[in-house]
């Protein structure tokens, strides 16, 4: 068969540009490994998270904050199989919605692992081992990343584990230790830590999702801890072993003093993802790797002229709709177009409760850069939406060009923040002032007006709540 455009991988990028190829016209084919579609993302990643999230933020308010509403229960109980069901039923919902969105567009779903034979033709090979080729004009690698482990303690898939089996436990752990404070650690920390799981993060870096605003991790830890998890900042893990009934983690504070040993069920392992890039017969294209990631120009172009990469396989956040952007844009490309992204305006969440949303610069990347500006925070505890909900935990804080008033940063750690900082994203794209979004009408009760009241901080000092 012959195509204009084939994709391989079916995550995020890989499925959004595949529609948007076929939207634009092109005969596309996308390649899939897995019976599935929808990749890491859908399947093990952004959903099935979210999934167990929301499950677990429903159990920790009826023991914690229910009875202050006004709602007696008595005793309630985590069903830990029905809610690995509800999680795996909405995973099943998302990846069935991607192969309806493939038919409706008229794109051919190939399973099997796609590999190069030249720049222009790929083989696929099945699970039974039976090979077919294709040919294409274009070819988009989004074959996305897996978890790293730690090379003196791989993954065993018991107690030594990744995020892909802490999404399948069926029973409610005593105890778990986790090895990285970023924000999947953050996340699935606290699913477990809301259901009774005794949670304890080491964490080599001295703060919390070290990658976001400091300020961030801060406030993270004091709200994370109220969740009676226990925290080992600025410690290197020097042993993990699985000693059949429990995991033994040993680890020394990197700056010298004494080694701390934690014992566990389970050692969740989340300290980052590799670029998955095995099988694909890379060299046959001339194809370059940096560091596992494939090198692109500023149009995600790779050394040969027709092929192109996207999300967690190139240069970037690894994130899923980082992802969907590239996706859109190496079709609109193909087509002829022009579009373009501002990769500083892409934000990122950590989706623990309260949730952490960013965009732009970190108050230490403008120090580090010497730029000048001007901070405007406002806590969420001066709302009234947030008394209203229980949700007093956090703040917005605004970063702002000291002489111009421009918007630089946009952090929000509270209540909705993942919704929020897509006012933080348009605000940006239009280089608007913290004074414009200070004199903008915000509606009242709404969480939304600690973005207002940290705009007037920022730009005058003058917030009208605090």
């Not at 605000?427 to 940290?454: C, G, I, Q």
Request: aromatic share 6%; glycine share 10%; with cysteine.
């Amino acid at each position: 068969m012959q195509y204009n455009v084939i994709v391989i991988g079916s995550g995020p990028g890989g499925y959004v540009a595949a529609i948007r190829s076929a939207q634009l016209g092109f005969k596309t084919a996308i390649i899939e490994k897995y019976p599935t579609l929808g990749g890491t993302c859908l399947n093990v990643g952004c959903i099935p998270s979210k999934a167990l999230l929301d499950s677990s933020e429903h159990f920790h308010n009826a023991t914690h904050t229910f009875e202050e509403h006004g709602i007696d229960i008595t005793d309630p109980k985590v069903n830990m199989p029905q809610m690995i069901s509800r999680k795996a039923g909405v995973v099943k919902a998302n990846v069935d919605g991607i192969a309806f969105l493939m038919k409706k567009n008229k794109i051919d779903v190939l399973q099997g692992v796609g590999s190069f034979v030249d720049k222009n033709t790929i083989k696929i090979t099945a699970s039974d081992g039976k090979e077919t080729s294709i040919t294409g004009d274009k070819i988009i690698i989004a074959t996305g990343s897996k978890p790293t482990p730690l090379p003196f303690a791989p993954f065993d898939k018991k107690r030594i584990i990744s995020s892909t089996e802490a999404l399948e436990i069926k029973e409610v752990p005593k105890s778990m230790i986790i090895v990285g404070g970023g924000v999947i650690g953050m996340e699935l920390g606290s699913v477990y830590a809301r259901i009774g799981t005794k949670v304890s993060v080491v964490e080599f870096m001295d703060s919390l999702i070290p990658t976001m605003d400091g300020t961030m991790g801060k406030e993270l830890l004091k709200s994370t801890k109220k969740l009676g998890m226990d925290f080992y900042l600025g410690h290197k893990v020097t042993s993990v072993v699985n000693t059949g009934d429990e995991v033994v983690l040993k680890a020394e504070p990197k700056n010298g003093g004494e080694a701390i040993e934690l014992k566990g069920d389970y050692c969740l392992v989340s300290v980052g993802r590799r670029p998955f890039t095995e099988g694909l017969g890379l060299d046959k294209v001339g194809i370059e790797l940096d560091r596992g990631k494939i090198v692109v120009d500023d149009h995600l172009k790779t050394k040969a002229d027709n092929i192109y990469a996207i999300g967690d396989v190139v240069r970037g956040a690894m994130l899923a709709h980082k992802a969907e952007e590239e996706g859109v844009m190496v079709a609109e490309q193909i087509a002829g177009q022009k579009p373009h992204i501002n990769y500083l305006l892409i934000p990122g969440v950590v989706y623990t409760w309260p949730e952490v949303a960013s965009v732009g610069y970190t108050e230490e990347q403008l120090k580090a850069d010497g730029k000048a500006y001007k901070v405007g925070s406002f806590p969420y505890k001066a709302l009234g939406r947030a008394r209203a909900s229980m949700d007093m935990d956090g703040l917005v804080k605004i970063l702002a060009d000291k002489s111009t008033d421009e918007i630089l940063g946009v952090h929000i750690i509270g209540a909705r923040a993942a919704d929020m900082i897509a006012a933080g994203v348009v605000a940006m794209e239009f280089r608007a002032a913290a004074e414009d979004v200070a004199r903008m009408s915000h509606a009242h009760p709404t969480y939304m007006e600690a973005v207002k009241e940290a705009c007037l901080a920022a730009t005058a000092n003058r917030p009208i709540h605090l």
